[in-house]
């Protein structure tokens, strides 16, 4: 069992930055950041290899997004810059995929933290 505590969500204007934190009882081989915002389907962000670094990121952050890892802190980030109102929405962290795709089931979830942009 993997418990998983976001922070560092908010509130911010457009163009500005946030940096998500997610607390792990322990990193799985994978970890994950995914959003979900209200009358919208749940949307793979990001995805990281712990073991390597290796990341993905959907095409609607790429560019603007940056996860990355603390082993140290059993801690995975999420750092967002250029935001936009459609980044809206709760964030989630999730571990321990066996295939590290944001299409594969995630069986560990964290409760998720608001993110919210105005224009």
């Known amino acids: 069992q993997v418990q998983l505590v976001e922070s560092g969500g908010g509130s911010v204007q457009s163009g500005g930055s946030l940096r998500l934190s997610c607390a792990a009882s322990?990193?799985?081989?994978?970890m994950g950041w995914f959003r979900h915002a209200p009358g919208k389907e749940r949307e793979g962000v990001a995805t990281?290899?712990?073991?390597?670094?290796?990341?993905y990121y959907a095409d609607s952050v790429k560019g603007r997004f940056t996860i990355s890892q603390d082993n140290a802190k059993n801690t995975v980030y999420l750092q967002m810059n250029s935001l936009k109102p459609e980044d809206t929405a709760m964030y989630y962290c999730?571990?321990?995929?066996?295939?590290?795709?944001?299409?594969?089931?995630?069986?560990?979830w964290g409760q998720g933290t608001q993110v919210t942009v105005s224009s």
């Open positions: 322990g990193l799985t081989w994978c």
């Open positions: 990281i290899y712990t073991d390597g670094g290796g990341t």
């Open positions: 999730a571990a321990g995929s066996s295939v590290c795709s944001v299409s594969r089931r995630f069986p560990y």
